[in-house]
């Protein structure tokens, strides 16, 4: 099937720490890969995405590797902040019959502490 | 300011009693969905519509209706509302397939409902 799975949570990390959230998708076709970040009391938005194998989303300072290899799109930041802490959802496209359609992980929710 | 625009942000009811959320976007998308979230599942695809009069189920379209008379507007509608309908949902659209096949997701800020 076409599925989405990502480590589970809650995250926890001092300001400054390295993180990363992994993320592994189901080899069917050829997705393309999402991130998005939902803030407190908010929708979810577009962080970054990647549309075929090896390419990089890049945004606010995080980074995402489309690999086909390993079936993953872990998200890393290198110095994360306060402002970070959100719930963090990989995605993947499934396309057919015309219709666009995104599943989602379960999310990841990171907290940042000072 | 384009956007996606949901109401109401919150709302408590009672089993049975019909309910409309209203959703409403002004960037001209073709495809619009709705999702519920719930925690541990993360965002489950309701209904999706490709274009005015053209609506599909998703993953869990039971006990949901939804209409597209207008490219803008795109109802969420609960005849007979049960408790297990208690979610966060969530409207979203985008150019669809002619923004190609990774184009964004635009989320409103949701509605909680809950259903006693």
């Known amino acids: 099937g076409n599925s989405v799975t990502q480590m589970e949570g809650p995250v926890t990390l001092s300001e400054e720490a390295f993180l990363t959230i992994n993320c592994t998708y189901t080899a069917t076709g050829y997705p393309s890969l999402f991130w998005y970040v939902q803030y407190p009391g908010e929708g979810l938005q577009l962080l970054l995405k990647?549309?075929?194998?090896?390419d990089k989303g890049s945004n606010k300072g995080f980074e995402a590797t489309y690999r086909k290899e390993t079936t993953s799109f872990h998200l890393e930041k290198g110095s994360v902040q306060v402002s970070d802490s959100a719930v963090y959802f990989c995605a993947r496209t499934i396309l057919g019959g015309g219709a666009q359609k995104l599943v989602f992980g379960q999310g990841t929710r990171l907290t940042i502490n000072p | 300011e384009a956007q996606v625009t949901q109401n109401p942000r919150y709302l408590i009811t009672v089993t049975g009693k019909k309910l409309t959320v209203t959703c409403s976007q002004n960037m001209n998308h073709e495809y619009m969905s709705w999702y519920r979230q719930d925690p541990g599942l993360g965002l489950r695809q309701i209904y999706y519509?490709?274009?005015?009069?053209?609506?599909d189920k998703g993953d869990v379209p039971e006990g949901y209706k939804v209409s597209r008379k207008e490219k803008r507007n795109f109802p969420l509608i609960l005849e007979s509302p049960s408790p297990n309908q208690t979610s966060l949902y969530f409207c979203a659209s985008s150019l669809g397939p002619r923004g190609g096949g990774a184009s964004e997701l635009f989320f409103g800020s949701g509605t909680q409902l809950s259903v006693l």
């Open positions: 990647a549309t075929k194998a090896d």
């Open positions: 519509s490709m274009n005015v009069e053209v609506t």
